[in-house]
T-cell receptor, first 111, second 114 residues
């Protein structure tokens, strides 16, 4: 579905737990991104990666971690240090220049 | 870093009317400005983009204009249809292209009334 797959679609986290959101793409894109979407705040960048084994913090990286061991994969871990993790998380990929292709998102809820 | 402001936050039009959404950006080095449409519960999808060496671009009922001097760009939708109802996001690429990092506006909820 669009070449970029996020899983799971819905995720529930207990207080104090770490959870990992999956993002896989088969578009041969070099760059991958994680955004958080909250009502009225648009999309805010958490982390991005332009090449394998390298990634950079975005505007709201605190409480999150990522890895980029393979070109196709860019998982996001929401740690217990993230105080307000309930949100819609979007992964995207692109060539080094040009528009993004987004995944279908993961809705994370703290219970 | 780059900052993108988007207005209005909500826009209601009658079917067949035109809709205009405006964005301003702060980084004069920004050189790429895409627009995304997000229908309820779905992923954002690229609908049109413009680069800084172009002042206007059209694709059927959609057009984007860019004023580099004033650092603003706008999305124009003509002959609106109910299926145009969605949230629209503008974005600007930071760093003049050193990375492909996009900074997004806060979105505009467009409602087209039949």
């Amino acid at each position: 579905d669009g070449g970029i797959t996020q899983s799971p679609k819905y995720l529930f986290r207990k207080e104090g737990q770490n959870v990992t959101l999956s993002c896989e793409q088969n578009l041969n894109h070099d760059a991958m991104y994680w955004y958080r979407q909250d009502p009225g705040q648009g999309l805010r960048l958490i982390y991005y990666s332009q090449i394998v084994n390298d990634f950079q913090k975005g505007d709201i990286a605190e409480g999150y971690s990522v890895s980029r061991e393979k070109k196709e994969s860019f998982p996001l871990t929401v740690t217990s240090a993230q105080k307000n993790p309930t949100a819609f998380y979007l992964c995207a990929s692109s060539y080094l220049q040009g528009g993004y292709t987004f995944g279908s998102g993961t809705r994370l809820t703290v219970v | 870093g780059e900052n993108v402001e988007q207005h209005p936050s909500t826009l209601s039009v009658q079917e067949g009317d035109s809709a205009v959404i405006k964005c301003t950006y702060s980084d004069s080095a920004s050189n790429y400005f895409p627009w995304y449409k997000q229908e309820l519960g779905k992923r954002p999808q690229l609908i049109i983009d413009i680069r800084s060496n172009v002042g206007e671009k059209k694709d059927q009922r959609i057009a984007v204009t860019l004023n580099k001097t004033a650092k603003h760009f706008s999305l124009h939708i003509t002959e609106t249809q109910p299926e145009d109802s969605a949230v629209y996001f503008c974005a600007a690429r930071e760093d003049g292209g050193a990375t492909n990092k996009l900074i997004f506006g806060t979105g505009t909820l467009l409602a087209v009334q039949p």
